[in-house]
């Protein structure tokens, strides 16, 4: 599971096929409320705020 900015998804659908070997899932983290978990502000690779959930 990766939260990243919109210029890394390539990269984390990369490296999920890599480790997975199956296609992910996109969630968009604007439009989409958890009740159990708060995602990470900031994208896994850089700075920028963090806007697709790569599941």
Do not use: G, R
Not at 20 to 38: G, I, Q, R
Request: glycine share 0%.
């Amino acid at each position: 599971m990766y939260c990243v900015c919109k210029q890394h998804i390539e990269t984390a659908l990369d490296q999920f096929l890599d480790e997975y070997e199956d296609a992910p899932d996109l969630v968009n983290l604007k439009e989409t409320e958890f009740s159990d978990w708060d995602p990470p502000l900031k994208c896994a690779h850089c700075e920028a705020p963090a806007e697709v959930l790569v599941v």
